[in-house]
């Protein structure tokens, strides 16, 4: 595995917390890592959630991030597949309302080995990395 986190995100704008959250955990756990930010949106999503995006690739940008997205009909295996070929060791993701995400569940299953940090919502950003193991 490389030295590299992958952020997780929607097309949220309130998904920069999570942006900022793997900021921290770079900052204060991996500082030699690099960092990515990746979303995966179905294919019928192209050019919908533009401003959102737009902020999120700013949010990014601050955060010494490149940020990816990419358009699939199954986001699932297009995730597995991006992570996999960047040799990822970690992955920030948010949680859902219901506290469980079969996106996820399948990523875990598909990414052996990596580890996987889930932040809360809400949640303030000191207390974010207390919600990542290494």
Do not use: W
């Not at 590299?4 to 949220?12: A, G, K």
């Not at 490149?66 to 597949?81: C, G, K, N, T």
């Not at 040799?87 to 996106?103: D, K, L, P, T």
């Not at 990523?107 to 580890?115: F, I, S, V, Y």
């Amino acid at each position: 595995m490389d030295n590299r986190i992958i952020i997780l995100v929607t097309d949220q704008k309130n998904c920069a917390r999570l942006v900022k959250a793997g900021h921290m955990l770079r900052m204060m756990d991996y500082p030699g890592y690099s960092m990515r930010v990746l979303s995966v949106q179905p294919r019928d999503r192209v050019g919908v959630g533009a401003p959102a995006l737009q902020y999120l690739f700013d949010v990014s940008s601050e955060a010494d991030a490149e940020m990816i997205v990419l358009y699939s009909d199954d986001p699932v295996q297009a995730a597995i597949e991006y992570i996999g070929q960047s040799r990822a060791m970690h992955i920030v993701h948010g949680q859902n309302a219901s506290g469980r995400s079969e996106f996820i569940e399948e990523l875990k299953e598909g990414l052996p080995g990596r580890n996987f940090c889930e932040i809360p919502y809400p949640i303030m950003l000191s207390e974010a990395l207390m919600h990542c193991s290494a």
